[in-house]
C-alpha cells in the first residue's frame, strides 16, 4: 500500500518557514511584504480559495489586500487597476484570481502584470524564463509538488513522468519543471487518445485533468507516485480529486490525498513566491 503524502503538514512547516523569513524581512526593511489580489465575479471557489490566501498571508506575518471587481467591470477598469498596483512601490505581489469572467481575457491582463511582481509565475516572461530553465517565479501548484517530492524523496531525474492536463496554472508548468529536473516528460489532455496506456508506463503520474475519479487503478504502474491536482465539488458537496484514490493506494507507492495533498501546497508556495517578490523589488 502507498505512502500517502501528507500535504496539509508539509505546508504548515514550509508556513513556520516563511513566517521566520517574513520575520526577519520586515525586521530589516521595517515593512512587511504585500501582496494585493484581484478577484473580479462572485465564483464560490474562487471566493473561498481567495479567502484561504488571505488567513494564510495573515499567520505569517505578509499585508494582504483583496480588491474585489464586479462581473461587470469594463476591461479598462480592469486594466486601470492592474497599472496602478504594478505603479505602487508597496505592493510586492499581484494575483489575479482565475478564471476571469467570459468578457475578460485572462492572457491579456495577465501580461499587464509587472512580471516582477508576478507571483502566481503566469506571465509570459516568467513561463519564458522557465522554459529555458533559468526560472524566477515558478507557478504555486507545480512549485509545492516539487517540494513534495523532494521531501519524500521520490527522485525524479531519468524517471518517466506523465502530466494529465495542459493549463497555464498546472500541467504546462509542472511538466516545464519537471524538464528541469530531468524527468522524461509526456503531457496528455482532453484530445490524447489511450491516456490510460501511457500513464500505465509512467513512474510519476500528476493528474491536473479537473475530471473526477479519472485515474483508475488500472492506469498506475505498480511502485508509481502519483499527484492528485483535481479539486472537484462532488453532488453532496464534497471535495474530490482526478484520481480513484482506494483503488490507487493499492499499487502506487507515494499518492497524494484531496483535500489535504496538494491544495494547501499551493498556498503555502504562494507565500514563499510572495516573499521572493518582497526580495527581487527590494534589490531592484
Ligand atoms: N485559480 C485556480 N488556481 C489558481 C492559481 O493558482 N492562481 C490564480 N491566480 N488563479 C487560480
Not at 269 to 281: F, P, R, S, V
Request: include cysteine.
Amino acid at each position: 500500500m502507498a505512502t500517502i503524502i501528507d500535504g496539509k503538514s508539509l505546508a504548515s512547516r514550509v508556513r513556520a518557514e516563511v513566517k521566520r523569513e517574513v520575520e526577519e524581512f520586515t525586521q530589516r526593511h521595517g515593512y512587511a511584504p504585500a501582496l494585493n489580489v484581484i478577484l473580479v465575479g462572485d465564483d464560490p471557489a474562487s471566493q473561498l480559495y481567495v479567502r484561504n490566501k488571505k488567513r494564510s498571508c495573515e499567520e505569517v506575518g505578509i499585508q494582504s489586500t483583496i480588491h474585489r471587481l464586479s462581473s461587470s467591470i469594463s476591461s479598462e477598469e480592469l486594466e486601470s487597476l492592474i497599472q496602478e498596483l504594478n505603479n505602487d512601490e508597496n505592493v510586492h505581489g499581484i494575483l489575479l484570481q482565475l478564471p476571469l469572467p467570459e468578457h475578460l481575457d485572462s492572457h491579456k491582463f495577465i501580461n499587464m502584470i509587472n512580471p516582477l511582481k508576478d507571483v502566481d509565475g503566469f506571465h509570459p516572461e516568467n513561463i519564458g524564463l522557465l522554459s529555458i530553465g533559468t526560472p524566477r517565479f515558478v507557478p504555486c501548484t507545480p512549485l509545492g509538488i516539487m517540494r513534495m517530492f523532494e521531501e519524500y524523496k521520490v527522485g525524479v531525474r531519468g524517471k518517466r513522468a506523465v502530466v494529465i492536463g495542459r493549463s497555464i496554472i498546472v500541467g504546462r508548468p509542472m511538466a516545464l519543471l519537471l524538464i528541469k529536473h530531468d524527468a522524461t516528460v509526456t503531457v496528455c489532455h482532453s484530445k490524447t487518445p489511450n491516456i490510460s496506456e501511457i500513464a500505465a508506463e509512467a513512474d510519476i503520474v500528476i493528474a491536473a485533468a479537473g475530471r473526477a475519479g479519472l485515474v483508475r487503478g488500472d492506469w498506475v504502474k505498480p511502485g508509481a507516485c502519483v499527484i492528485d491536482v483535481g479539486m472537484n465539488r462532488r453532488e453532496d458537496g464534497k471535495l474530490t480529486g482526478d484520481v480513484e484514490f482506494e483503488e490507487v493506494k493499492e499499487k502506487a507507492s507515494y499518492i497524494t490525498p484531496v483535500p489535504g495533498g496538494v491544495g494547501p501546497m499551493t498556498v503555502a508556495m504562494l507565500l514563499k513566491n510572495t516573499l521572493q517578490a518582497a526580495y527581487i523589488q527590494t534589490r531592484a
